[in-house]
């Protein structure tokens, strides 16, 4: 286990989320000797009612090469290495230091050795106002402090830098309805099983998705030209999130009105252009 990072003032959020993820990385320590799989940015064949498909359609029209990119709660550091694979000068960071440690033996085992990865919480990001083009939030900020990570993101790009988020979204009504006692103690524990085919999925203690009023701070960094997709109406919440018939009545169903999406859909997509 990687010791000796600096957690000098870190919230007990913050605490509570570097111990989980500390026993996260000590638990998926194999995937050190995993390949960073690249199918979602070399296959031809798309796949537009996927949010993370659809997301990488987007990054790749960005045209990441020879922009900065700057990817906080990296993870095992599989989008930092795609997009240094399509010619981005990436910087990623995480708050866990043996969860960067595998990042790091992955991007060199991946022949992208050159990406700086770096201990950091997202909500206190070391890097230079004004220093990157675009910055990548992947399903990170249900686990942080959103208002001061979105100011550090706005803070460290560019003026009319990008900002692509690809995250788990709730409308605040939905959220108090799987809050509720039938919910959480009854109906939830039955459907943990069947959709995430585990008994114990990746949540966190202090995680919060996006909800509306999240989304309308996101909306105020950013350009009037943000844009918005919602994907997961029913996928992955209350059926797996490969049953491949519920894909294209979900698509039929949040296309016919943005309101649909706001209010039922489990995952957003937001990009936008930066304010200053």
Known sequence: ??????????????????????????????????????????????????????????????????????????????????????????????LSPDIVEIARHRAAAAGAPNIRFDVLPAERIDYPDDSFDLVFFNDILHHVDIPMTLAEARRVLRPGGTLIANELYTHSVMQSVRESRFVRNVLYPRLVRFVYNTNKPYITEDEHKLDERELAMLR???????????????????????????????RCLLNLSDGIGRRLAGRILVVGTIRK
């Open 1 to 94: 286990m990687m010791t000796g990072a600096n957690d000098g003032g870190f919230t007990e959020r913050q605490r509570r989320e570097l111990d989980y993820h500390q026993a996260f990385a000590e638990r998926h320590r194999a995937k050190i000797a995993q390949p960073v799989l690249m199918d979602v940015i070399e296959d031809a064949a798309r796949r537009p009612w996927h949010g993370y498909w659809s997301t990488y359609d987007v990054l790749i029209a960005f045209a990441p090469l020879g922009k900065r990119v700057l990817v906080p709660g990296c993870g095992f550091g599989d989008d930092a290495i795609r997009l240094a694979h399509l010619g981005a000068e990436v910087c990623a960071s995480d």
């Open 220 to 250: 105020d960094i950013l350009g009037p030209d943000t844009r918005t997709r919602y994907f997961q109406l029913l996928a992955g919440r209350v059926v797996p999130s490969w049953w491949p018939r519920l894909a294209s009545v979900q």
